[in-house]
């Protein structure tokens, strides 16, 4: 036998192997699912919008307070928040403040109208704010939710999430109200059988402004719904605008009402800061620091 012989058979089987392979190998890759591409998939549709109206007015929390408030807010996505300030300027302080904060804003003017301005007896504050929210919203929004949000609260985000949902009113309890601690509608069996709060005062709707949020498409339907100039009654009067609105109708947030997300906190009330005497502090950084003192 030619000594070349074997070799060539060698090669010939090795060769005809590899070609076997190659061919199962290729037959096997053809047989795998195409790897899932993430970005070529549609994103999931946006959340309902939420609509936050919050009523600032100038004193001396004013910054601190939409500091807190506003990153709270930066944590909700698909929100706008309008701010309507009690004042007849605007304020480059708040523009600032809101810039700085980062979340999508409108920002109004809505005074006091004088005529309650100077009365001794309790003020209707924040009205005319939350009004203009809501001339806003009617111009502006077709869906998603409206949440009248004071600026000197304390909010858990869940809410912000829960409420976002609201088909027509939802409400949920309300922590820091009145000597009971809590104003909240009270549940039996998944339904509102009456209101506990503190101060009842003949009201059909008890309830605190942070407990309650309402559907933009509900509000449409309702053209002349608003929050009347009568302290105390503001959310009553508002809510009673919003009727028919059958308490059946009315959707139980926090676990069916059994949580506390939302608090009535309110904020030591702070003195305007005394005058920076500029002749012994000119050329400091304490007339930069004087210009951020909010003064009512
Ligand atoms: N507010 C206002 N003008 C005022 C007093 C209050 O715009 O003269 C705003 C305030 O910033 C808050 C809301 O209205 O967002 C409710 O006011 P406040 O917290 O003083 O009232 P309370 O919650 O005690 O009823
Ligand atoms: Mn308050």
């Keep these: 036998m030619a000594t070349g012989q074997p070799i060539k058979m060698y090669l010939t089987i090795f060769v005809a192997t590899t070609c076997i392979y190659m061919v199962l190998y290729q037959y096997h890759v053809s047989r795998q699912p195409m790897p899932q591409v993430e970005f070529l998939k549609a994103p999931p549709p946006p959340p309902p919008p939420l609509y936050i109206i919050t009523p600032t007015y100038k004193r001396a929390e004013q910054l601190a307070e939409l500091t807190r408030l506003g990153y709270t807010l930066k944590h909700v996505p698909n929100l706008l928040w309008i701010v309507v300030d009690d004042a007849n300027h605007t304020s480059p302080l708040v523009i600032e403040t809101l810039n700085r904060i980062g979340v999508p804003y409108e920002y109004f003017l809505a005074p006091m109208p004088e005529i309650y301005k100077h009365t001794k007896k309790a003020k209707p504050r924040g009205v005319s704010n939350r009004n203009r929210g809501l001339d806003y919203i009617r111009a502006n929004a077709t869906d998603g939710v409206l949440y009248f949000a004071d ?74 719904a608003k929050m009347p100039y009568k302290p105390g009654y503001e959310e009553d009067g508002f809510l009673k605008s919003l009727q028919p609105l059958p308490l059946t109708e009315i959707e139980l947030l926090a676990s069916n009402c059994t949580e506390i997300l939302t608090w009535h906190t309110q904020t030591k009330k702070n003195a305007n800061a005394t005058a920076l005497n500029t002749n012994v502090h000119g050329g400091t950084n304490l007339v930069q620091l004087d210009k951020y003192l909010v003064r009512a």
């Design 151 to 224: 600026d000197d609260n304390t909010y858990d985000i869940s809410i912000f999430d829960q409420m976002r949902y609201t088909k027509k009113v939802s409400m949920w309890p309300v922590g820091l109200v009145t000597k009971f601690g809590i104003s909240t509608p009270i549940i039996r069996n998944g339904k509102i059988v009456g209101f506990y709060d503190g101060w009842i005062g003949g009201r059909k709707f008890p309830v605190d402004m942070a407990g309650f949020a309402v559907s933009v498409k509900f509000l449409h339907e309702r053209p002349k």
